[in-house]
């Protein structure tokens, strides 16, 4: 039981760090272009992945605990979706600017 509450725990800290992601992709989606159109759900998911793999490869072992987490979750899914959607706009242009 015990193992279920601690996974129960460390989901509802994977969708609250994935949130502002989110946000700042439905926002870039209004903002940017249609050529440029991004899948919120999928780049949110992908940059999350990344993030829990970057913290698991770097060893976090925070101090403050579980409350530390949640901080290095959300800095660390905003860093890898700005990445990914820097690349992802700078692919698109180069792909459509080669194909006409």
Same mark, same amino acid.
């Given at each position: 039981?015990?193992?279920? *509450? %601690? %996974?129960? =725990?460390?989901?509802?800290? %994977?969708?609250?760090?994935?949130? +502002? ?8 989606? #209004? $903002?940017? +272009? ?5 899948? +919120? #759900? =999928?780049?949110?998911? =992908? /940059? ?5 793999? /970057?913290?698991?490869? @770097?060893?976090?072992? @925070? ?10 979750? %959300?800095? @660390?899914? *905003?860093?890898?979706? $700005?990445?990914?959607?820097?690349? *992802?706009? *700078?692919?698109? /242009?180069?792909?459509?600017? #080669?194909?006409?």
């Amino acid at each position: 039981m015990d193992v279920l *509450l %601690i %996974i129960s =725990i460390y989901v509802i800290l %994977i969708s609250i760090a994935s949130l +502002p992601c989110l946000l700042v992709c439905l926002v870039a989606a #209004k $903002l940017l +272009p249609s050529r440029f159109s991004v899948k +919120p #759900k =999928i780049l949110t998911s =992908i /940059s999350v992945l990344l993030s829990l793999l /970057s913290a698991y490869l @770097l060893n976090m072992e @925070l101090e403050g605990g579980m409350l530390s987490v949640l901080f290095v979750a %959300i800095v @660390l899914t *905003l860093a890898w979706f $700005l990445v990914l959607l820097v690349l *992802l706009v *700078l692919y698109k /242009s180069v792909v459509k600017t #080669k194909s006409a």
